[in-house]
């Protein structure tokens, strides 16, 4: 069986950190697959997927180790205008920090649930908002 | 810190006056903005939010002779306006090539109410100077509403940089020194020339909207810092300098953090993000 979802979210902050993990729990009891797998994909390249735990304490260590890794003030090569954009690319340190997020992240289903570590949460991570994201969930299994 | 206005942007994408696929398409191919999509009133609140933006100034733009198609309409300003009068100030649009321009434009004045004029000569295919223009002028000045000037570089198609030069308004500014004009984008590359015209005109203004290399602090340090005096805007044009984004072609968010680290007085960034925009509206 394959089951699959598109989310959609309106960021409000620059740089944000918005829990999915129970829309993607909820995507899998409405998909009826009881074994299988659940991907969560971001559908943007300035966005990602992160699994952490949801500390407010390490949600600010987090967007800090990211900043200092990434500063906003440095000669990056895409700040410039985009021909086939129309527009300036003012985003390179999305870019960059959703190359370390990453764009998914991948959980067994066993019994109808997602098996995941009890500190392990599902992120949709926001670096180049606010914007109109979307965000897919896939399960497949039987 | 007194209020933010941004004098300049497009809202051609915006949810309420795009709503249909075919739309959406035709008004990237217009603009030249291949990639844009329709963005929600609730979005379009968040980035001023993020932005610290209060007000922002919707331009239209009528080419009904040129090529045909009005991208956005006077009757879809004043609709915008209207659904949010606290946020939205909205500019008319006129193709002075139209045999009913005066009255389209008295329209757009007298019975939408709104608040200046938006005229894109290098699009528009006029001379600033023309005499074509001078009932339009004259009907600004009656009904006290100041013109916006796109000047300079355009990356729309069908735009050349003819009638572009800032120095095609001088012959405007000094026939109507009671008429407030504004050039767009600081009329980039010729930001010296915009420079030496505010010096000397008091009736015209210049906004920020120009990020056409680089990041927005790359690029206003470049055009306002070494293209510039240093100083030049902080103690000579202070009173003639406007924030305006060209949004969505450039993104508000950086480029008024890049103004606020220029080195401006605090006042001078008071009137640059919002004092002189309310002089210029009158």
Known sequence: MFYHKRNTVLTSQYNQFILITEEVGAAVEESGIRNGIVAVTSNHTTAGIMVNEALECLESDIDDALQRLIPEDHPYAHARILRDYGSTAGNPTGHLKSMLTGNHCLFPVVDGKVVKGDAQEIYFMEFDGPSQRSYTITVQGE | ?282
């Open chain 2, 1 to 282: 810190m007194g209020e933010v206005i941004d004098i300049h942007t497009h809202p051609a994408f915006f949810e309420p006056i795009c709503g249909t696929e075919g739309l959406l398409e035709q008004r990237r191919q217009a603009l030249g903005l291949y990639k844009a999509g329709t963005s929600s009133l609730a979005h379009i609140y968040n980035q001023m939010r993020c932005a610290g933006i209060d007000r922002l100034a919707l331009l239209p733009l009528d080419l009904s002779t040129q090529e045909s198609q009005t991208i956005v309409s006077n009757e879809e300003i004043r609709q915008l306006v209207d659904l949010d009068p606290q946020h939205f100030i909205g500019f008319a649009s006129v193709d002075p090539y139209r045999p009913d321009a005066l009255d389209a434009l008295e329209h757009a004045f007298g019975d939408l109410g709104l608040a200046g004029l938006k005229l894109h000569p290098s699009r528009q295919n006029f001379s600033p100077a023309s005499e074509l223009l001078d009932p339009i002028y004259a009907l600004c000045l009656r009904y006290n509403k100041p013109i916006i000037f796109h000047a300079g570089l355009s990356l729309e198609p069908n735009t050349t940089m003819r009638y572009a030069n800032p120095l095609e308004f001088e012959t405007v500014a000094a026939r109507y020194p009671r008429l407030r004009i504004s050039l767009a984008h600081f009329g980039f590359p010729w930001v010296r020339e915009t420079a030496a015209l505010l010096l000397k005109y008091p009736n015209m203004y210049a906004d920020t909207g120009l990020l056409y290399f680089d990041s927005a602090r790359e690029f206003y340090e470049e055009v306002f810092t070494r293209m510039l005096g240093k100083y030049w805007v902080d103690r000579s044009l202070r009173h003639q300098v406007m924030f305006g984004s060209n949004n969505p072609r450039f993104e508000q968010i950086r480029m008024i953090e890049a103004l606020r680290n220029l080195g401006w007085r605090a006042s001078t960034l008071d009137l640059v993000l919002g004092q002189n925009a309310l002089e210029f509206l009158g």
